[in-house]
């Protein structure tokens, strides 16, 4: 019998829950909405014509659980250009040269510039190349 009743508690909390009265709005760039203490304001619409930049830890210090370096990685539609640590030393935990990637809207490409010639001596960077990335 306590399962019975244990099972239609259930399902009538499950019934209400479903039928609190969800309300959907739909915002203009600019506008805003409020409610009691909620507001909330409609952002600029999202272009084709912008790369989206997303961030990820390169390298990890696992002792002290934090990132050292931090890669991002561009994609704009099917295409990806990544700005990464190329020459890391790992004694001092330094970067001594990043790649660097620029977004060119008229071209929709990227350039990405990488190190060909790193002077270990000096830890800098003697020679960069552009390669272009898209159409």
Known sequence: MK??????????????????????????????????????????????????????????DNFNKKCLFEMTTYTYKNLECVEECQYWEKFNNTCYYQTKCSFHQTQKSFVRTTCDKFDDFKNTCVKTSDIKIGP
């Open 3 to 60: 399962k019975h009743v244990l099972i239609s508690l259930i399902v009538g909390v499950a019934f209400l829950a479903g039928h609190v009265g969800a309300k959907e709005i739909s915002l203009d760039a600019g506008e805003t909405y409020r409610q009691g203490n909620l507001t909330v304001t409609c952002g600029q619409p999202l272009t084709d014509d912008i790369a989206l930049a997303l961030n990820d830890c390169q390298y990890w």
